[in-house]
Every structure is written in structure tokens, then in C-alpha cells.
């Protein structure tokens, strides 16, 4: 998918902020961050959204990426939320499947993204 943005960063043909990743999943920094901590966790391989899903390896590497993210940033006790938006009604704007993590200040003081 070389037109799609996500797998631009995932080829490192675009340079993310990379604040973790593994064979299965790329986490970076949201460009445009909703809360202090706002990271975005990315498959590997091209899922255009969470309809997409099918594949229960990979959906269990997303959802231990965002344990092991939260935990390096310093999420993990005082907690965090995550999003995944999916399709027009969801709010989807890139359409690679990315799950939002938000942290750093309440959950009530930051957007909904
Ligand atoms: P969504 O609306 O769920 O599709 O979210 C897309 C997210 O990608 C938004 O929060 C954007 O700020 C973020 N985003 C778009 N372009 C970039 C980029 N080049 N680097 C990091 N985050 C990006
Ligand atoms: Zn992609």
C-alpha cells in the first residue's frame, strides 16, 4: 500500500517519532497530540480499518503493544484511554487501522480524538 501515509512510516519512507516497536506493531507520536501523552499504535501490515481485523495474532500484539507502551511512558497506574476510530461515523481520517493512546492528565480533560 505505497499511497497509504501509515505504511509510508512503517516502510520508513516518511520518519515518524518512534517510541516503540516490534515485528508486529510501530508506535509513534501523534503529530497533532489531544492530551500530553498521545501516541498511536500501528500494524505492521496493511489493515485499513478495524472491520479489516481478522487476524487474532496480530490482534493480540496491538492490544500488548498498548500495555508495554503505556508502561514505558508512565501511563500505566495513574491510566489512560484508548481509542480506535473506525469509518466515516467513527472519525477515521487514515485509513490503516491505529489505536489511539492517550494519557498524561483525566481522561474528561481531553478530546475524544
Ligand atoms: P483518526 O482520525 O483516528 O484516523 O486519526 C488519525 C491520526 O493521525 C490523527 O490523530 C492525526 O493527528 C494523526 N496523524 C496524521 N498524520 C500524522 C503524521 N504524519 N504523524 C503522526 N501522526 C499523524
Ligand atoms: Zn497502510
Redesign the pocket.
Known sequence: MTEC?FCK?VLGV?K??VVYENDYVLA?????P?APV?I?IIPKTHVATLNELDNIELSGQLLLAVNQVAQQENLSEAGYRT???CNKN?????YHL?L?LLGGRHALATRI?
Open positions: 501515509l512510516m516518511i515518524p517519532n509513534f507520536k501523534d503529530i497533532n489531544q498521545h498511536l481509542v480506535i476510530n467513527g472519525g477515521q481520517e487514515v491505529h489511539h480524538t
